[in-house]
């Protein structure tokens, strides 16, 4: 299984993007992804993440109403877009996939906080630089 993430760049504050986080020879069926960021100086944060088998999804507070997390099951792929872009979301940002058993699926908003560890896989990132 690989993840890569796409749609980085360099944009001015108050601007979008529209990252990607695509998985490939990948045959899980109940899963959550999540995207997690790390600015220079700064330690990992989660941002948002969701469970793909319903489409639920949290939020960190310092992206709620900025950025929208959604998914397309039959690509198993990610989308993270992200609006109302500000400097200090200047960071790598990187996708992480936790399985889980049907039935069984985990709340969404600690996953989150989960050490990098307990995920399954994740990916390289694409950077992201905002400028004012």
């Known amino acids: 299984v690989q993840l890569v993430e796409s749609g980085g760049g360099l944009v001015q504050a108050g601007g979008s993007l529209r990252l990607s986080c695509a998985a490939s020879?990948?045959?899980?069926?109940?899963?959550?992804i999540a995207w997690f960021r790390q600015g220079p100086g700064k330690d990992r944060e989660g941002i948002t993440v969701i469970r793909t088998t319903d489409g639920s999804a949290a939020y960190a507070d310092s992206v709620k109403g900025r950025f929208t997390i959604s998914s397309d099951r039959t690509k198993h792929t990610a989308f993270l877009q992200m609006d109302s872009l500000k400097p200090e979301d200047t960071a790598l940002y990187y996708c992480?996939?936790?399985?889980?058993?049907?039935?069984?699926?985990?709340?969404?908003?600690?996953?989150?906080?989960?050490?990098?560890?307990?995920?399954?896989?994740w990916g390289q990132g694409t950077q992201v630089t905002v400028y004012s």
């Open positions: 992480e996939i936790l399985l889980f058993l049907g039935g069984s699926a985990p709340p969404l908003a600690p996953i989150l906080s989960r050490h990098p560890a307990e995920f399954d896989y």
């Open positions: 020879e990948f045959h899980f069926e109940n899963y959550a």
